[in-house]
């Protein structure tokens, strides 16, 4: 296992020096959104992970992105997944996603099921969602804006998604766990009028691989992960990520990173209170528009609204 893991670091190493040109930010049907802390809560990723922690969550997250800029990317995000039977998981999402005057809804619903072979666990997820991107009716009082231009006005109308994706995880012994996602394998636009927004299916996954391990003597438990994504028009890139939680998951402590696309570094910090966890996390880029914004900062407020249930079942 720890060569396995080693491996993928290695690629990833490789990877960061192939995409070193890739692009800070990018808006496409398959973007499932932009997100530092996604390793907290992987179902904003993967609808494998849907009721896979067996506890019920309801989890709010908030982005600033390149924060003092202009215009600069927000997002909110209200998600709740959790156990629905022993063996299913279902869950839904909210994501609103505002970059300058354009605008992005995406609202979805995601199921799971897990089962046992052999000496592995499984989880089957499949997520369908509707997407809606538009531009803001404010553009339309812009004296600089000709409000009886029709691209103008089917951009405020909006282009309506139809979109679907699947996923897997695979775990052995809880100490090695492996997911992959395919997000937007299916990619259907509703109609109106395209802005500037290609409509053909790509290929897109996102895999990562996490192996867990405690500390002994030190209520410390440690996670390193690995994500390597290809989404829409962002190139390769690959998330090395490191989470500890200590004191029996009361504190919690991370480094994250982005090689390939945007090439960042971030830092995450948590707490755990009777089942409610609060999150914040900031990060910069390296790449040459840091020097125009001060960093991205994220915060998540989590609550389990039940203890697990699927281990007594």
């Known amino acids: 296992m720890k060569k396995g893991f080693i491996g993928m670091v290695v690629f990833a190493l490789y990877i960061w020096g192939q995409n070193m040109r890739a692009q800070d930010y990018a808006i496409t049907p398959e973007m499932p959104g932009v997100f530092t802390q996604y390793a907290l809560n992987p179902v904003l990723l993967n609808p494998a992970y849907t009721g896979l922690s067996g506890k019920y969550r309801l989890f709010f997250n908030y982005r600033s992105q390149w924060a003092g800029h202009d215009g600069a990317p927000q997002a909110f995000s209200l998600a709740y997944h959790g156990p629905a039977y022993s063996k299913i998981g279902i869950g839904g999402l909210m994501h609103v996603e505002t970059f300058g005057k354009s605008q992005r809804f995406r609202g979805q619903l995601s199921y799971a099921y897990r089962f046992r072979a052999g000496e592995l666990d499984f989880s089957l997820g499949l997520m369908t969602g509707y997407i809606r991107y538009s531009l803001s009716p404010s553009v339309l009082t812009d ?146 528009f840091q020097q125009y914004n001060n960093g991205s900062h994220e915060i998540t407020l989590a609550f389990n609204l039940f203890e697990n249930i699927l281990s007594k079942q």
């Open 143 to 288: 004296p600089s804006m000709d409000r009886d231009d029709p691209i103008v006005f089917n951009a405020v109308n909006g282009v309506e998604y139809f979109a679907s994706s699947i996923g897997m995880v695979a775990s052995y012994s809880n100490r090695l766990i492996f997911g992959l996602t395919f997000p937007s394998v299916i990619n259907t636009r509703l109609g109106g009028t395209a802005i500037n927004q290609a409509t053909e299916n790509r290929f897109n996954f996102i895999a990562n691989l996490s192996m867990p391990f405690k500390i002994q003597g030190y209520q410390l438990e440690v996670e390193p992960s690995v994500y390597i994504k290809k989404l829409g028009d962002i190139p390769l890139h690959v998330d090395l990520n490191v989470i500890a939680s200590f004191l029996d998951d009361k504190l919690f402590g991370g480094v994250l990173s982005s090689i390939g696309a945007p090439n960042s570094l971030g830092f995450l910090l948590g707490v755990n209170v009777s089942n409610f966890y609060f999150f914040y996390s900031y990060d910069v880029s390296f790449r040459e």
